[in-house]
């Protein structure tokens, strides 16, 4: 059974850092892309970054380019994503989740994490 756990969430100040962890289990995920979420109450849920999990190759959202990196740590099954430049606007329960490569729908998700920025 494939399992997805978030953490590294947490409250911080607009400017600053945060490093959000995945914890995969259940499978090996050698032709599965790995893909971060988010979603903020209101609103509807948006997709941040992915990596494939074989090649390395990431995706970003326009919003995140240039402030935020996806990445993964084979030997661990760990998938990270790095959040610098914090802005009051990336406040959201951010997701882990994951599809296999070829497809278009995210097949298992995590809990997720709170991520609050203060202004």
């Known amino acids: 059974q494939v399992q997805l756990v978030e953490s590294g969430g947490g409250l911080v100040q607009a400017g600053g850092s945060l490093r959000l962890s995945c914890a995969a289990s259940g499978r090996t995920f050698s032709r599965y892309v790995m893909g971060w979420f988010r979603q903020d109450p209101g609103k509807e849920r948006e997709f941040v970054a992915s990596i494939n999990w074989s090649g390395g190759s990431t995706y970003y959202a326009d919003s995140v380019k240039g402030r935020f990196t996806i990445s993964r740590d084979k030997a661990k099954n760990m998938v990270y994503l790095q959040m610098n430049s914090l802005k009051p606007e990336d406040t959201a329960v951010y997701y882990c989740?994951?599809?296999?490569?070829?497809?278009?729908?995210?097949?298992?998700w995590g809990q997720g994490t709170q991520v609050t920025v203060s202004s």
């Open positions: 989740a994951t599809r296999a490569v070829g497809s278009s729908t995210y097949i298992y």
